[in-house]
Each structure stands twice: as structure tokens, then as C-alpha cells.
């Protein structure tokens, strides 16, 4: 079987675009979200199907603008669908740049370049991914009833019946809303991630 050599080059870019999306999907997505598995599929394939669109429409002259295009319209879709959390938004337009970028990288783009842009797309994910997120601090609000120990002198007894009830140690805590009408206060809650 003679295989040309635009297939031979689709299979090529199209297993090297997948490897990069299976470490960043499998590897780091997955590592760090594994309570969350819904969108592994998706970004399997949002990250085929990109790839392929972008590879069979690729000889078309307005590439850039066809790239862009098509972060306009998931744009649009992320708009018009259910809520999707921030970082699983993230991780989706990751996997399409690297579709795009593997699919359009045309014989201009040297197998070097491509190879450092999709590792340095894949160590930038994976840093941030890894150690910033364990630097940040989680936000929570809560409604808590005991109103006495909002008191400045009590604000020890707040902190520690605040983490025995949350399970989590607490960085700080700002207190915001005071209803003496229902004894409850609202308080914003800082955790060590």
C-alpha cells in the first residue's frame, strides 16, 4: 500500500497532536481534576475535530483569520451553553489552539518550532497547573450563625469553629454582612489550596 504524501503527513501531525493533547489531558488536566472527569471526552473531541477541520481547510489562503474565526465562534457557544467553570474554559481553548496549531503549521513552520511551541504550551500548563495553584488561596462565603463570635476578641474561637466546620485550614476570613435580625453574618473565607 502506497501511502501519499500529504496522508502520511496528516498521520503524522495527527498522532504528534494527539500525544500533546493526551499529556496535557491525561496527564496534567486529569492528575489535578480527577473529581471532575466530565470534560475529558470533550477535550479529546474538541482537539480531533479542530485538528482535522483546520488540516482539510488549510490550503485556504486566510489562515490566521480562519484561526481566529474559530475562537470567535466557541466564543459565541460558550455564551449560549450551560456554564462552563473558568479553568475547564481554559483547558478547552488549549486543546484547540493546539489543533490549530498543529493542523495549520504549514511547510513554513519548521518541525523544531512546532516542537517547542507545543512543549512550551505543555510546561506552561503544567507549571501553572502544578505549583502556582498550590501558592493560591481558595475563596469561599459563608453564612454563620454564631454572631457572638464575630466580636474582635473572638475572632480565634471564629477561626477555629470555622475550619472544624469547613475541614480546611483558614489563611484569613473578612467579615462582610451583619443581619442582627437573623444572627447571621456573612464571611468570606481564605484557604491554602
Known sequence: MD?????????????????????????????????????????????????????LLGNITINMGFAFGLFAVFAILRYRTDPIPIKEMTYLFIVITIGVINALSGAEVSYAALLFTNIALVGLTYVLETYWQNNTLILRTVEYEIIENIKPENHEKLRLDLEDRIGMPIIKFEIHRINFLRDTVRISIYCKN
Open 3 to 55: 501511502l501519499s504524501s500529504e496522508l502520511l503527513n496528516l498521520i503524522i501531525r495527527f498522532g504528534f497532536n494527539l500525544s500533546i493533547a493526551f499529556i496535557i489531558i491525561k496527564l496534567i488536566y486529569k492528575r489535578n481534576h480527577s473529581n471532575n472527569l466530565d470534560f475529558v471526552f470533550t477535550y479529546f473531541m474538541f482537539n480531533s475535530l479542530i485538528f482535522f477541520f483546520a488540516f
